[in-house]
């Protein structure tokens, strides 16, 4: 369980991929808002996105996880 309360946004930072897509259902289904992030696009703009999104959560992997 995420911990997501009515309206909460969870953002997903996983690429073109099935676990994404299950990622963003989950959430709606959890009454929450998925934030979808683009992977390849700049650290600045990743940054600027998290912050004024207000996710509470982020969803992502290991390989998204260790980029800097």
């Not at 369980?1 to 309206?7: E, I, K, P, S, V």
């Not at 390849?40 to 207000?54: F, N, V």
């Amino acid at each position: 369980m995420l911990g997501l309360a009515r309206g909460d946004r969870a953002a997903v930072l996983l690429g073109n991929r099935v676990e994404a897509v299950e990622s963003l259902l989950a959430v709606t289904r959890a009454s929450g808002v998925g934030v979808p992030l683009d992977p390849g696009g700049p650290e600045e703009e990743l940054t600027r996105l998290l912050d004024d999104s207000g996710a509470r959560v982020l969803i992502t992997d290991g390989a998204h996880l260790t980029r800097r």
